[in-house]
């Protein structure tokens, strides 16, 4: 069973950044790609940005683009969700998802990120 596990949430003001980082335990040439999606309370999971592992490529929500970035480094099976100017919205529990080959997600824990004044 793949294992992936995230770290960096914490709380931080408004106008703040936070780095999120998410390790998948398989090989990057199975994964496909891997990206972060945020539910925040009362509301529906929602996805943030992805990465394609083999090109780079990178994909953002409308509500993110121009504040968050995410990397990755394959030898490391490591992506990173950098957020600067962070707001109030922002605030959610954010889950990193492996998408593999075979397109079977596998989802982390989650990592908690508050945005508060």
């Known amino acids: 069973q793949v294992q992936v596990v995230e770290s960096g949430g914490g709380s931080v003001q408004p106008g703040g950044s936070l780095r999120l980082s998410c390790t998948a335990s398989?090989?990057?040439?199975?994964?496909?790609?891997m990206g972060w999606h945020r539910q925040a309370p009362g509301k529906e999971r929602e996805r943030v940005a992805d990465i394609l592992m083999r090109t780079g490529s990178t994909d953002y929500a409308d509500s993110v683009k121009g504040r968050f970035t995410i990397s990755r480094d394959n030898d490391k099976s490591t992506v990173w969700l950098q957020m600067d100017s962070l707001k109030a919205e922002d605030t959610a529990v954010y889950y990193c998802?492996?998408?593999?080959?075979?397109?079977?997600?596998?989802w982390g824990q989650g990592t908690q990120v508050v945005v508060s004044s």
């Open positions: 398989e090989n990057s040439v199975n994964i496909n790609s």
């Open positions: 998802a492996d998408v593999d080959n075979f397109l079977s997600i596998y």
